[in-house]
């Protein structure tokens, strides 16, 4: 079995005004298999889901991205890939990648994608269910799985959070590739500096940890919990999230600090 330090590159980032660990982080996670052009394994998706579900202070934002010149050709479908030996377990792995973009979509930490080359199938999939996503400009996202015979069941429905229906329709069933430019347009994603999708998006990341990291994961937590809710109860329970947010000290903190003209000292409760 794959050592899972070698094929998810973990590195931490202190904050620019915050040189103590302690004070928050930017982690980044880099997918490292550049000989299969960062293809999802078994081992690769269980590191990932280790990283993101076990995150916690003083961690405050992560960010994805990937080796060489490919963010992610999607899933393995090579000997130790994604079609291992016999059928449950084949089925159980790949539960466990959709098990990982539903941790991604409901992490209370904000999980952000730095797409410095094309990403492909389930690499397509975990840009998705990131919640902001850096693209540079000769990036590319592509389902090309009807060219193999598959239909791309569990990316789709990240994919529809994220893209009109009829773009996804027209990605999903000719398989063409959507250049960074034009998912941007759309409001996929943002476009970096040529060559600098990882910086830019360290950056953004550095941002919003300069946040409340107590009231980021109240926010986080609650539109991931409204996303399926018809309007009226979302509101209802967006009413009462709102209450509980008054009730943390970093409310009372920023309040304060705004009307005293000064920077924030957020206690992360």
């Not at 040189?19 to 928050?24: L, R, S, T």
């Not at 449950?88 to 466990?96: M, N, P, S, Y």
């Not at 797409?115 to 996202?141: E, K, N, R, Y």
Request: proline residues 8%.
């Amino acid at each position: 079995m794959a050592d899972p330090q070698r094929i998810l590159r973990v590195d931490d980032h202190p904050l620019p005004n915050r040189p103590a660990a302690g004070d928050g982080l930017v982690r980044v996670l880099t997918l490292h298999r550049p000989e299969r052009k960062n293809a999802l394994s078994p081992e690769l998706i269980e590191a990932l889901l280790a990283a993101i579900t076990q995150a916690g202070p003083p961690v405050r934002a992560l960010v994805l991205t990937g080796s060489g010149d490919r963010f992610c050709a999607g899933g393995d479908l090579g000997a130790g890939g994604l079609m291992g030996e016999g059928m449950l377990a084949q089925h159980q792995q790949r539960q466990r990648y959709a098990e990982l973009l539903a941790a991604m979509a409901s992490s209370p930490i904000p999980i952000l994608a730095a797409i410095q080359g094309d990403a492909m199938g389930g690499g397509f999939g975990l840009a998705a269910a990131c919640h902001i996503v850096v693209a540079d400009p000769a990036a590319g996202f592509a389902t090309p799985e009807l060219k193999l015979g598959l239909f791309p069941f569990i990316i789709s429905p990240v994919l529809a959070r994220s893209l009109p229906a009829k773009v996804l329709y027209d990605l999903i069933l000719t398989g063409r590739r959507l250049p960074a430019a034009e998912a941007a347009a759309l409001g996929f994603c943002a476009l970096s500096e040529p060559g600098e999708a990882l910086s830019a998006a360290i950056e953004r990341a550095s941002l919003i940890a300069e946040r409340s990291p107590a009231v980021v994961s109240l926010g986080l937590r609650a539109m991931a919990q409204v996303a399926d809710l018809p309007l009226p109860a979302a509101l209802e329970h967006m009413s009462g999230q709102l209450s509980l947010n008054l009730l943390t000290e970093d409310a009372a903190e920023g309040i304060s600090a705004f009307f005293g003209r000064r920077s924030p000292d957020w206690k992360g409760r």
